[in-house]
């Protein structure tokens, strides 16, 4: 498609509905050496590259290459394993008609993968953060666009300080849900955005930096505040009373690119100003943008909810391994019984944009002791538990979901009754029974 096709359909034609309500999941986990619990390097045997390698070898696919490299299998399935920039691996999951089904796709590849990983003499540990390196160690991967979106924080100075950790030493549990049409897109997206603070609250686990506890309940939280805030946090939109397609993408048009890639194949580092002008004017190169570069310039921005074919929400930190299947049972409860999501919108609703952004602010510190506005970020938490249960409830009921999917929401009421958070309870086991060891704590929380 050339640039004088690219009209508003177009850019629209992103954000297609899908015919079903499925639920796709993608879990980052770092990879670490057991004893000191350190990110293993790209190259060596004892390396991601190897395990790639061995992945590749051992359960067929696609190889996905990056400057010459191998960084990625595409499985037969279709799901993907990949590579972040501090060499975390990452399981992109082919999207599943139910919760149930989604986690027991998802266990399975990670137990299998963990095996593979432990014949090259390391570990998986899922996740929010890598607790035991510092940004001045970690080994990066050779992916090219790392370089690119490194120098792009660079340049920001304080507002992107917190990007270069985000790329190599964060790790999540991030769920794709689906939109119906543009009238559910928005109901999903406004409900989603508005909750996801409080989300964010519940699920704080990070907080083990560089081996040590400095107070913090997600350091992943507070690198994300410092990520540049243009492309991060709330859509605005969303919160802005009636809205649709073409709100979100005059939104985005204000965001400018970090790169793109050029007619040989080549990245280039994109004009610092909006993609709009972009669009109207061109690349400095003189090139002209098409279709792949509206669809790449989706792709760098990292909103609580990224909106594209999908809504891919990101802003829980990743919980260990046993409780993983949290975060999907929660955002598939709140988004796909429609009385439900309706409920937790008029919960959340009456919140701006400056009050949620104070929020996001806050609870990386504080987790359920944030306040939202004037309310108890606490109080805000159960009610969603309580809602998402329903919903959940209502599509067992329905025979959409599996009975089990009730249970995966328990350690958010152990969460909720205790007043401990994820990040409280590892930071207690961190002072007593892990006894302050990196490889106590590898044995404790490897899959």
Same mark, same amino acid.
């Given at each position: 498609?050339?640039?004088?096709?690219?009209?508003?359909?177009?850019?629209?034609?992103?954000?297609?509905?899908?015919?079903a309500?499925?639920?796709?999941?993608e879990?980052?986990?770092?990879?670490?050496?057991?004893?000191?619990?350190?990110?293993?390097?790209?190259?060596?045997?004892?390396?991601?590259?190897?395990?790639?390698?061995?992945?590749?070898?051992e359960?067929?696919?696609?190889?996905?290459?990056? *400057?010459?490299?191998? @960084?990625?299998?595409? &499985? =037969?399935?279709?799901? #993907?394993? $990949? /590579?972040?920039?501090?060499?975390?691996?990452?399981?992109?999951?082919?999207?599943?008609?139910?919760?149930?089904?989604?986690?027991?796709?998802?266990?399975?590849?990670?137990?299998?993968?963990?095996?593979?990983?432990?014949?090259?003499?390391?570990?998986?540990?899922p996740?929010?953060?890598?607790?035991?390196d510092?940004?001045?160690?970690?080994?990066?991967?050779?992916?090219?666009?790392?370089?690119f979106?490194?120098?792009?924080?660079?340049?920001?100075?304080?507002?992107?300080?917190?990007?270069?950790?985000?790329?190599?030493?964060?790790?999540?549990?991030?769920?794709?849900?689906?939109?119906?049409?543009?009238?559910?897109?928005?109901?999903?997206?406004?409900?989603q955005?508005?909750?996801?603070?409080?989300? *964010?609250?519940?699920? @704080?686990?990070s907080? &083990? =930096?560089?081996?040590? #506890?400095? $107070? /913090?309940?997600?350091?992943?939280?507070?690198?994300?505040?410092?990520?540049?805030?243009?492309?991060?946090?709330?859509?605005?939109?969303?919160?802005?009373?009636?809205?649709?397609?073409?709100?979100?993408?005059?939104?985005?048009?204000?965001?400018?690119m970090?790169?793109?890639?050029?007619?040989?194949?080549?990245?280039?580092?994109?004009?610092?100003?909006?993609?709009?002008?972009?669009?109207?004017?061109?690349?400095d190169?003189?090139?002209?943008p098409?279709?792949?570069?509206?669809?790449?310039?989706?792709?760098?921005?990292?909103?609580?909810?990224?909106?594209?074919?999908?809504?891919?929400?990101?802003?829980?930190?990743?919980?260990?391994?046993?409780?993983?299947?949290?975060?999907?049972?929660?955002?598939?409860?709140?988004?796909?019984?429609?009385?439900?999501?309706?409920?937790?919108?008029?919960?959340l609703?009456?919140?701006?944009?400056?009050e949620?952004?104070?929020?996001?602010e806050?609870l990386?510190?504080?987790?359920?002791?944030?306040?939202?506005g004037?309310?108890?970020?606490?109080?805000?938490?159960a009610?969603?538990?309580?809602?998402?249960r329903?919903?959940?409830?209502?599509?067992?009921?329905?025979?959409l979901?599996?009975?089990?999917?009730?249970?995966?929401?328990?350690?958010?009421?152990?969460?909720?009754?205790?007043?401990?958070?994820f990040?409280?309870?590892?930071?207690?086991?961190?002072r007593?029974?892990?006894?302050?060891?990196?490889?106590?704590?590898?044995?404790?929380y490897?899959?």
């Amino acid at each position: 498609m050339t640039t004088s096709e690219l009209r508003s359909d177009d850019l629209k034609s992103l954000f297609t509905p899908a015919s079903a309500e499925r639920v796709g999941l993608e879990i980052e986990s770092g990879v670490v050496d057991p004893e000191t619990g350190r990110a293993a390097p790209f190259a060596g045997e004892r390396g991601v590259g190897a395990v790639l390698r061995t992945v590749l070898a051992e359960w067929g696919g696609k190889p996905v290459h990056d *400057a010459g490299e191998l @960084v990625g299998v595409r &499985l =037969d399935d279709e799901g #993907l394993i $990949g /590579l972040e920039h501090g060499g975390q691996l990452e399981y992109s999951a082919p999207p599943a008609a139910d919760v149930v089904t989604a986690v027991a796709d998802v266990r399975r590849v990670l137990e299998r993968l963990a095996e593979v990983v432990g014949r090259h003499g390391l570990a998986l540990v899922p996740g929010a953060h890598m607790p035991f390196d510092r940004i001045e160690t970690i080994p990066w991967v050779p992916l090219d666009r790392g370089r690119f979106m490194r120098d792009h924080f660079a340049r920001l100075g304080v507002a992107g300080d917190g990007g270069p950790e985000i790329l190599s030493m964060s790790t999540s549990t991030q769920v794709h849900l689906d939109y119906l049409s543009e009238e559910d897109f928005a109901e999903k997206l406004r409900m989603q955005v508005a909750a996801s603070p409080v989300v *964010a609250a519940l699920f @704080v686990n990070s907080p &083990l =930096d560089g081996g040590r #506890l400095d $107070g /913090l309940l997600s350091h992943r939280s507070r690198n994300w505040t410092r990520t540049d805030p243009r492309r991060c946090g709330v859509v605005p939109p969303a919160l802005g009373g009636r809205f649709g397609f073409e709100d979100v993408i005059d939104w985005a048009l204000g965001i400018p690119m970090i790169y793109y890639q050029d007619g040989a194949g080549r990245l280039r580092r994109a004009p610092d100003r909006p993609f709009v002008s972009v669009l109207q004017e061109g690349f400095d190169d003189g090139s002209r943008p098409g279709f792949e570069h509206w669809v790449a310039h989706m792709t760098q921005i990292w909103t609580h909810v990224r909106v594209r074919g999908t809504l891919e929400l990101r802003a829980a930190d990743g919980p260990a391994y046993p409780h993983l299947a949290a975060v999907p049972a929660l955002w598939t409860g709140l988004s796909y019984h429609p009385p439900t999501r309706t409920a937790a919108w008029e919960l959340l609703r009456h919140y701006t944009v400056a009050e949620q952004s104070a929020a996001v602010e806050r609870l990386p510190a504080e987790g359920l002791r944030t306040r939202l506005g004037g309310d108890r970020v606490h109080e805000l938490a159960a009610e969603l538990v309580r809602l998402a249960r329903t919903g959940l409830q209502a599509r067992v009921g329905a025979g959409l979901e599996g009975a089990e999917a009730l249970h995966y929401l328990d350690p958010l009421e152990e969460v909720l009754d205790t007043g401990r958070t994820f990040a409280e309870q590892c930071a207690q086991r961190w002072r007593t029974d892990l006894r302050g060891e990196p490889r106590r704590y590898v044995a404790a929380y490897r899959v």
